[in-house]
Nanobody, 118 residues
Framework: QVQLEESGGGSVQPGGSLRLSCRAS????????MTWYRQAPGKERELVAI??????????EYADAVKGRFTISRDSGQKTVYLQMNSLSAEDTAVYYC?????????WGQGTQVTVSS
């Protein structure tokens, strides 16, 4: 059974940093495309970053809004994908979701709240 367990969310001041983690189980991690999304209040869910699986040669891509500030990475030994978030601002406040695409199906984490405020 595929499960995604997220951690690392919380409250941080503007300019601060957070690292989100998403541990995957029930899948062959290296074959899965791992993606971070976020959804701010009153807005639609948006793509944040992608870390491709083996079939995509591990390619990473970022939304323009986070490029240069966020870094997605994955640890095959721990079966975990990370999102390092630096230089955070209020516009980054959202619920962040981890997504795994595996065997043509999408699996979602429960979401973790990130709040950036002074």
């Amino acid at each position: 059974q595929v499960q995604l367990e997220e951690s690392g969310g919380g409250s941080v001041q503007p300019g601060g940093s957070l690292r989100l983690s998403c541990r995957a189980s029930g899948l062959i991690f290296n074959l899965a495309d791992m993606t971070w999304y976020r959804q701010a209040p009153g807005k639609e869910r948006e793509l944040v970053a992608i870390a491709g699986g083996l079939n995509l040669r591990g390619r990473t891509e970022y939304a323009d809004a986070v490029k240069g500030r966020f870094t997605i990475s994955r640890d095959s030994g721990q079966k975990t994908v990370y999102l390092q978030m630096n230089s955070l601002s209020a516009e980054d406040t959202a619920v962040y979701y981890c997504k795994a695409t595996y065997n043509s199906r999408a699996y979602w984490g429960q979401g973790t709240q990130v709040t950036v405020s002074s």
